[in-house]
C-alpha cells in the first residue's frame, strides 16, 4: 500500500532539495539528468531555457509512503524509481531519496517543472494526479503490497458509477419512479401521494426534494434534469403526452463507426423495457452486418485468419511502442549530455578565472559547482567538449524528433486499430453467443 501526494514548490526549492538529501533520514539517494549537489541550479537553468514557461512553480515535490513493516528500504527505492521513470517519461530532471526515519518507509521525488528535452511545462491537474495515483497503485500490486481502495465520499465512486450504468443509482431510481407516478397522477398532490407511497420522504422549499428509505441524504428533483423541476413535474402532469418531443437527429447509418453489440441475456433495461430490447436487438443486427463486412474488407474469412491479424496487430503496436520509448530515451541522453556542455562552456571562465575578489560571490560558487557537476557528467558519458561533438549531437536531436514525430504518428493509428479490434472481438464474442445458444455455425 502506498499513499501519493504532490504539491509544487514556488520560492524554497534549495531548502526542499536539502531536506530531502538530509543523510540522518535518507538511505538511499538516486537522481536523473542533474547531480543531487547542483539540482537546484540545474533545474533553474532549464526553466531559464523555457521562454514559454509562466507561472512560479520551479518544482514538484511528490511523497509515496507505504504501510509500516510490508516493505524494505531497498524496494521501497526501486518501486520510487520506476514511478518516477515511468510518470515524468525522461523529461524531466529529479532527485529521489528514500527515508526511513519513520515508522512508514516513504520517498520524496523533486523533478523540475520544465522538461529539459522538450522545454514544456509540466501539466499539474487532477488527471495527471489521478495518473500518478494509478502508477503508484498498479506498482504496488506488481509487487504483491496491499493498494488503497478509492475514496469513496469524494465524487462519484466507481460503484455508484456502475450501478448508475446498471440502472440502480438513487437518481436513476428517483427519475423512473417520477416517470411512472408523473403517468398515473392526475394532480400534483396524487403524485406527491404516490411518492409518498412508493417509500419517499419529501421535502419541500425552494426546490423540492425526494429521499428513498435507506437514502442519508435528499435529492433535489432539479438535480434530476430540466424535466424534473417541480415546475415540470406539474406540467407534464397536466399535458403529458401533449409535450412536445426532442427530434433525434437523423444518423447516417453508412457513416456510423463501429459499435459493440449489446448483451440482451439478464439485461435489466432489456428486461423492463421491450421497446428498447426492439432496438437492442435492430442494433444488434446491423453491428454483426457491420462486424462481418469489417472482417471480409480486411481479406479475413475465418477465425484462425482473425486470431492471427489480432496477434499482428498487437505485435505491431509493441513493437512501435518499444521503439518509441528507446527513441524517447536517446533524445533525453542526448539532451543531457547538451545541457552539461553548455553548463561546462558557460562555467568554465568563471571556474578557471584568476580574480580572486569574486570567490566570496554567490554567483562565482554557483558556477563552480555547475562546473564541476558538468566535468563530471561529461567524463562518466566519455566525452570530450568541442564545437564539433556540439554540432554532431545536435544533429542527432534533431533526427530523433523527426524519428519520434514519425512514431507518434503510426501510435495514434495503432491505436485505432487496437480500439476496433477490440470491438470487433466482443462483437464476436456476442455472435458466438447467440449461434452457441441456437446450435448453429459461425461462417465470416
Same mark, same amino acid.
Given at each position: ?78 518501486? %520510487? ?29 523533486? $523533478? ?31 509487487? %504483491? ?53 412508493? %417509500?419517499?420522504?419529501?421535502?419541500? %422549499? ?109 505485435? =505491431? ?6 521503439? =518509441? ?10 539532451? $543531457? ?108
Amino acid at each position: 500500500m502506498a499513499i501519493t501526494k504532490i504539491w509544487s514548490i514556488k520560492k524554497t526549492l534549495d531548502k526542499a532539495i536539502k531536506y530531502i538529501l538530509d543523510p540522518i533520514k535518507s538511505k538511499y539517494v538516486h537522481s536523473y539528468a542533474c547531480a543531487p549537489e547542483t539540482a537546484d541550479l540545474e533545474f533553474e537553468l532549464t526553466l531559464d531555457q523555457n521562454s514559454r514557461s509562466g507561472g512560479s512553480n520551479k518544482a514538484y515535490h511528490i511523497i509515496q509512503s507505504f504501510k509500516p513493516e510490508e516493505i524494505s528500504p531497498e524496494q521501497a527505492h526501486e518501486i %520510487g524509481k520506476k514511478l518516477l521513470d515511468q510518470h515524468l517519461q525522461s523529461k524531466y530532471e529529479y532527485i529521489l531519496t528514500t527515508h526511513v526515519d519513520k515508522e512508514h518507509i516513504h520517498n520524496h521525488g523533486i $523533478f523540475c517543472a520544465s522538461s529539459f528535452v522538450d522545454h514544456k511545462k509540466y501539466n499539474d491537474c487532477t488527471k495527471t494526479y489521478y495518473q500518478l495515483r494509478e502508477a503508484s497503485d498498479i506498482l504496488c500490486a506488481e509487487h %504483491g503490497l496491499s493498494v488503497i481502495p478509492p475514496n469513496q465520499d469524494k465524487g462519484k465512486s466507481h460503484y455508484e458509477w456502475q450501478m448508475d450504468q446498471q440502472g440502480n443509482s438513487w437518481k436513476t431510481q428517483l427519475r423512473t419512479v417520477i416517470d411512472m407516478c408523473i403517468q398515473s397522477s392526475r394532480t400534483f398532490e396524487d403524485f406527491t401521494s404516490q411518492m409518498q407511497a412508493h %417509500g419517499y420522504e419529501i421535502k419541500y %422549499g425552494k426546490h423540492i426534494a425526494f429521499r428513498a428509505e435507506k437514502q442519508k441524504r435528499f435529492t433535489r428533483a432539479m438535480q434530476l434534469g430540466e424535466n424534473y423541476t417541480e415546475e415540470n413535474i406539474k406540467l407534464r402532469i397536466v399535458q403529458k403526452d401533449k409535450l412536445p418531443i426532442k427530434k433525434s437527429k437523423k444518423i447516417n447509418l453508412k457513416n456510423e463507426p463501429l459499435s459493440i453489440m449489446i448483451a440482451l441475456e439478464n439485461n435489466k433495461k432489456v428486461i423492463e423495457s421491450k421497446g428498447y430490447e426492439h432496438w437492442a436487438k435492430l442494433h444488434n443486427l446491423k453491428q454483426n452486418a457491420k462486424t462481418i463486412n469489417l472482417l471480409k474488407e480486411l481479406g479475413i474469412t475465418s477465425l484462425e485468419e482473425w486470431e492471427q491479424k489480432k496477434i499482428s496487430n498487437q505485435e =505491431m503496436m509493441t513493437a512501435n511502442n518499444s521503439e =518509441m520509448k528507446t527513441v524517447e530515451i536517446k533524445l533525453a541522453n542526448t539532451q $543531457f549530455i547538451l545541457k552539461q556542455l553548455d553548463i561546462y562552456e558557460s562555467t568554465k571562465g568563471v571556474y578557471h578565472s584568476t580574480d580572486k575578489q569574486m570567490l566570496n560571490s554567490s554567483e562565482q560558487e554557483s558556477a563552480i559547482r555547475l562546473y564541476k557537476t558538468a566535468v563530471k557528467a561529461l567524463k562518466q558519458a566519455n566525452v570530450k567538449p568541442s564545437k564539433q561533438i556540439k554540432h554532431e549531437l545536435h544533429r542527432q536531436v534533431k533526427s530523433l524528433k523527426n524519428r519520434r514525430e514519425e512514431l507518434y504518428k503510426k501510435h495514434k493509428e495503432c491505436k485505432k486499430v487496437q480500439k476496433q479490434d477490440r470491438i470487433i472481438e466482443q462483437n464476436l464474442i456476442q455472435v458466438f453467443k447467440v449461434n452457441h445458444t441456437n446450435n448453429a455455425d459461425i461462417d465470416i
